[in-house]
């Protein structure tokens, strides 16, 4: 069985700051997503990362994958409020035709001013 | 493009009534669908698969009677919540998958089901 941790679980941090989120699974994968969520809404697709060391950024936010070690992380670069959200993580295992996402249980990023 | 509408968005009923939920993919043919539930500060659950013209997939521990799930139309996939009561109070997500390089997900904007 498919397993994603994500951690932290809850992350407080300042404008300005920098930190990582990290996500680990326990089985070879085919691709990997992260998304954000906002209070009350449903998931905004972020990124999908298909190969080892593949790298993709957006503004203040950069993920990176590690197929080798069933790792990926989600860089944030001097925060900012509007950073505040649930991240997840999700993975689709490798191999036949299943496409079905196993998600992480989600980091809550508070930026404080 | 690819987007998917939900309907409702929100929906407040009594203990033992039924429920129903669309899931529209506006943009795209979507051959699966995917039913999510989701409860407070927790992360998404895969309820079922379903699939265009045939029968959906229901996961582990989800009660296919309670649940019931009909994709009719390559474009519209309905969960019906079934003697709906308190417990199933939660948001529930759809996503449509389009069939390609690597099978994205979009998802819906989630429906929220509060049983009194």
């Known amino acids: 069985e498919l397993k994603v941790e994500q951690n932290p679980l809850f992350l407080s941090m300042q404008e300005g700051k920098n930190y990582t989120i990290y996500c680990n699974y326990s089985?070879?994968?085919?691709?990997l997503y992260w998304y954000r969520q906002d209070p009350g809404k449903s998931l905004e697709s972020l990124f999908v990362?298909?190969?080892?060391?593949a790298v993709k950024q957006e503004g203040r936010l950069m993920a990176s994958l590690d197929t080798k070690a069933r790792l990926s992380t989600l860089h944030i670069t001097a925060a900012v409020h509007d950073l505040s959200a649930t991240y997840f993580c999700a993975v689709v295992p490798s191999g036949g035709s299943n496409y079905k996402l196993t998600f992480g249980k989600g980091t809550l990023l508070t930026v404080n001013p | 493009g690819a987007v998917v509408s939900q309907h409702p968005s929100r929906v407040i009923c009594k203990s033992g009534t039924s429920v129903k939920i669309e899931c529209r993919s506006l943009?795209?043919?979507?051959?699966?669908m995917f039913w999510y539930r989701q409860f407070p500060k927790q992360s998404l659950m895969l309820m079922a698969t379903s699939n265009e013209g045939s029968k959906a997939t229901y996961e582990q521990g989800v009660e296919k009677d309670k649940f019931l799930i009909n994709h009719a139309s390559l474009t519209l996939s309905t969960l019906t919540v079934t003697s709906a009561h308190p417990e199933d109070s939660s948001f529930y997500i759809c996503?449509?998958?389009?069939?390609?390089?690597?099978?994205?997900?979009?998802f819906g904007p989630g429906t929220r089901l509060t049983v009194l």
């Open positions: 996503s449509a998958c389009i069939q390609g390089f690597y099978n994205e997900q979009f």
């Open positions: 943009d795209f043919q979507a051959t699966t």
């Open positions: 990362l298909l190969s080892n060391g």
């Open positions: 089985t070879t994968s085919d691709r």
